[in-house]
């Protein structure tokens, strides 16, 4: 099986490396010790307890292994600012016709979040975005119709 790449920024890939060292090193043994905690408490076929102590560590334990499957196929995105052009890990000002400048970065879908301003460049705006220069419009289309952003600076 080929891995697909998994793109990162340097700051993207540390947050997820502290997520798995913190998954590793703490809340595995906090889950074990509920587990163990709960089957001294008897009988495990009624307990409550044990039942939501395994599922957490069945969350747990899926978490950790995607973790490291994105850390194993990550390719680190570079930007070194010196570009006329968008691409991954540009920071990118937009405008909506007639809406306020908003600032994105272009990153890998591990890392998008949205609401802090980290789209994927799988994303329609990130789409559309790449490989863009400053001053020119492009058209997104999303579910309620086609809008307009204007690229307005790009680092």
């Known amino acids: 099986m080929i891995d697909k790449a998994t793109y990162l920024t340097t700051e993207g890939r540390r947050k997820l490396e502290e997520e798995l060292d913190y998954l590793l090193n703490v809340?595995?043994?906090?889950?074990?010790?509920?587990?163990?905690?709960?089957?001294?408490?008897?009988?495990?076929?009624?307990?409550?307890?044990?039942?939501?102590?395994?599922?957490?560590?069945?969350?747990?334990?899926?978490?950790?292994?995607?973790?490291?499957?994105?850390?194993?196929?990550?390719?680190?995105?570079?930007?070194?600012?010196?570009?006329?052009?968008?691409r991954m890990g540009s920071q990118v000002v937009v405008s909506e016709r007639g809406g306020p400048n908003e600032t994105f970065r272009i990153v890998g879908p591990a890392e998008a979040d949205p609401k802090s301003g980290l789209i994927s460049h799988e994303s329609p705006l990130g789409k559309a975005l790449l490989g863009q220069k400053a001053g020119k419009e492009v058209a997104v289309r999303t579910p309620d119709g086609t809008?307009?952003?204007?690229?307005?600076q790009i680092q």
């Open 27 to 86: 809340r595995r043994p906090q889950v074990a010790e509920q587990i163990r905690s709960a089957k001294e408490d008897g009988d495990i076929s009624e307990n409550a307890g044990y039942e939501e102590a395994k599922s957490q560590q069945a969350f747990l334990e899926g978490r950790i292994l995607t973790l490291e499957g994105i850390l194993n196929s990550a390719v680190i995105i570079e930007n070194d600012g010196l570009t006329d052009q968008v």
């Open 147 to 152: 809008i307009y952003f204007t690229v307005r």
